[in-house]
């Protein structure tokens, strides 16, 4: 199947160039700086950007300076098994929040998901791996141990033999496969690598395969992994579902005295996102009602809306780390808060701008989803 032409934009014009001309398009990528070089690898469909990739000069440059869940997209849609020369470049932190996003289902690890991240973080190489075995929460390491493996600890009794197909970089420590295909190949790779650099890590993490009770592992993993995302702007699942609160009749038309509603903190932002969204078809009320924005607003309106974005992916339980989740997000959050900022626009006779700068996105989004409760997700979605 032919792919698709890439989009008419200077990521589409480059990559129309390095079809026709390699040589020129490397030249015409070199002439930007690392930043420049960033956003034209983010403004790329994540189906081309491994033709992007091939273009970079300094991809240890430009790699570490990309939004965490971007190289999540990225890894994802090359493949993670094809995945090395992106991951090589990786910092720990970038890794971290690739596993966050991606190997987990709703509040326990993907196990699957978890060893795929592992197996192409090891084939980018050992220091690829360590980087991310050191930056990853003890308890998700020792889940993901025992999940693969049962560990026994040699005693000093005189007639104590090894396990049966037991595995071992020691002679203390040994590792049987809890399934029978499973060579546990990727475990003791990594466990080699600890092994080797910090056997204090290996140690401890052993220790913890054998005494370590799941439930608490699990339990103490999902804390660490919702701080982080916290960080990244995704909230407690509690906390999202709020936007969903159905509104009492007479809280439909409730209008602030005070234009703060755009008065946001700005917050680290996992994706790029450098221009006020819009969707392909009809632009929603709310982005043309932006577009009317002041720059200092609009700045606002953009971390707001995001915030907004984000907590529909928890609340919809939608996959954080597949890049369709995104826009999907986006459009649900323009969408059903356009009806919101619609009804309260001709309740008051005011602009929607107006009634922009007073409302919070939040709140114009509950507005929506009081008048159309269809939206709400469906109950028992565990995606």
Same mark, same amino acid.
């Given at each position: 199947?032919? #792919?698709?032409?890439?989009?008419?934009?200077?990521?589409?014009?480059?990559?129309?160039?390095?079809?026709?001309?390699?040589?020129?398009?490397?030249?015409?990528?070199?002439?930007?700086?690392?930043?420049?070089?960033?956003?034209?690898?983010?403004?790329?469909?994540?189906?081309?950007?491994?033709?992007?990739?091939?273009?970079?000069?300094?991809?240890?440059?430009?790699?570490? *300076?990309?939004?965490?869940?971007?190289? /999540? @997209?990225?890894?994802?849609?090359?493949?993670?098994?094809?995945?090395?020369?992106?991951?090589?470049?990786?910092?720990?932190?970038?890794?971290?929040? /690739?596993?966050?996003?991606?190997?987990?289902?709703?509040?326990? $690890?993907?196990?699957?998901?978890?060893?795929?991240?592992?197996?192409? /973080?090891?084939?980018?190489?050992?220091?690829?791996?360590? &980087?991310?075995?050191?930056?990853?929460?003890?308890?998700?390491?020792?889940?993901?141990?025992?999940?693969?493996?049962?560990?026994?600890?040699?005693?000093?009794?005189?007639?104590?033999?090894?396990?049966?197909?037991?595995?071992?970089?020691?002679?203390? @420590?040994?590792?049987? *496969?809890?399934?029978?295909?499973?060579?546990?190949?990727?475990?003791?790779?990594?466990?080699?690598?600890? @092994?080797?650099?910090?056997?204090?890590?290996?140690?401890?993490?052993?220790?913890?395969?054998?005494?370590?009770? $799941?439930?608490? /592992?699990?339990?103490?993993?999902?804390?660490?992994?919702?701080?982080?995302?916290?960080?990244?702007?995704?909230?407690?699942?509690?906390?999202?579902?709020?936007?969903?609160?159905?509104?009492?009749?007479?809280?439909?038309?409730?209008?602030?005295?005070?234009?703060?509603?755009?008065?946001?903190?700005?917050?680290?932002?996992?994706?790029?996102?450098?221009?006020?969204?819009?969707?392909?078809?009809?632009?929603?009320?709310?982005?043309?009602?932006? *577009?009317?924005?002041?720059?200092?607003?609009? &700045?606002?309106?953009?971390?707001? @809306?995001?915030?907004?974005?984000?907590?529909?992916?928890?609340?919809?339980?939608?996959?954080?780390?597949?890049?369709?989740?995104? $826009?999907?997000?986006?459009?649900?959050?323009?969408?059903?808060? #356009?009806?919101?900022?619609?009804?309260?626009?001709?309740?008051?006779?005011?602009?929607?701008?107006?009634?922009?700068?007073?409302?919070?996105?939040?709140?114009?989004? &509950?507005?929506?989803?009081?008048?159309?409760?269809?939206?709400?997700?469906?109950?028992?979605?565990?995606?």
């Amino acid at each position: 199947m032919a #792919s698709r032409p890439p989009p008419q934009t200077e990521a589409g014009r480059i990559l129309t160039l390095a079809r026709r001309d390699g040589p020129a398009a490397r030249k015409a990528v070199e002439a930007l700086d690392v930043l420049g070089q960033v956003a034209l690898f983010c403004e790329t469909p994540v189906a081309h950007r491994v033709e992007i990739l091939d273009l970079l000069p300094s991809p240890e440059a430009v790699i570490p *300076a990309l939004p965490e869940a971007e190289l /999540c @997209f990225t890894a994802k849609a090359i493949g993670l098994a094809d995945a090395a020369g992106l991951l090589e470049h990786a910092t720990g932190e970038q890794l971290q929040a /690739c596993i966050d996003l991606d190997a987990w289902r709703s509040d326990l $690890p993907d196990h699957a998901a978890l060893s795929a991240w592992f197996d192409a /973080c090891l084939e980018a190489g050992t220091d690829t791996a360590l &980087r991310a075995v050191e930056v990853l929460d003890m308890e998700l390491l020792v889940l993901m141990l025992q999940d693969r493996a049962v560990v026994h600890l040699k005693t000093n009794d005189d007639d104590w033999q090894p396990p049966a197909g037991g595995m071992t970089l020691e002679g203390v @420590f040994y590792l049987v *496969a809890k399934r029978g295909d499973d060579d546990l190949e990727t475990v003791m790779g990594i466990l080699q690598a600890l @092994f080797e650099r910090d056997y204090w890590h290996y140690f401890r993490l052993l220790q913890g395969a054998i005494w370590e009770l $799941p439930s608490d /592992c699990e339990e103490f993993a999902l804390r660490w992994r919702t701080s982080r995302l916290m960080d990244m702007g995704f909230p407690t699942r509690e906390e999202a579902m709020a936007v969903y609160g159905v509104l009492r009749d007479e809280e439909l038309t409730t209008l602030p005295e005070e234009a703060t509603a755009l008065d946001v903190t700005p917050f680290h932002l996992p994706v790029w996102m450098p221009d006020l969204p819009s969707t392909r078809k009809k632009t929603p009320a709310i982005l043309l009602a932006a *577009a009317e924005l002041a720059p200092d607003e609009k &700045r606002g309106f953009l971390y707001a @809306f995001l915030a907004l974005a984000n907590k529909l992916a928890v609340a919809d339980r939608m996959p954080l780390g597949e890049a369709e989740s995104t $826009p999907i997000a986006i459009d649900k959050a323009a969408a059903v808060a #356009s009806m919101g900022l619609l009804h309260l626009a001709e309740h008051h006779g005011l602009a929607p701008v107006e009634v922009l700068r007073r409302v919070r996105l939040d709140r114009l989004f &509950r507005v929506g989803a009081s008048l159309d409760q269809s939206v709400r997700p469906q109950v028992g979605s565990t995606a």
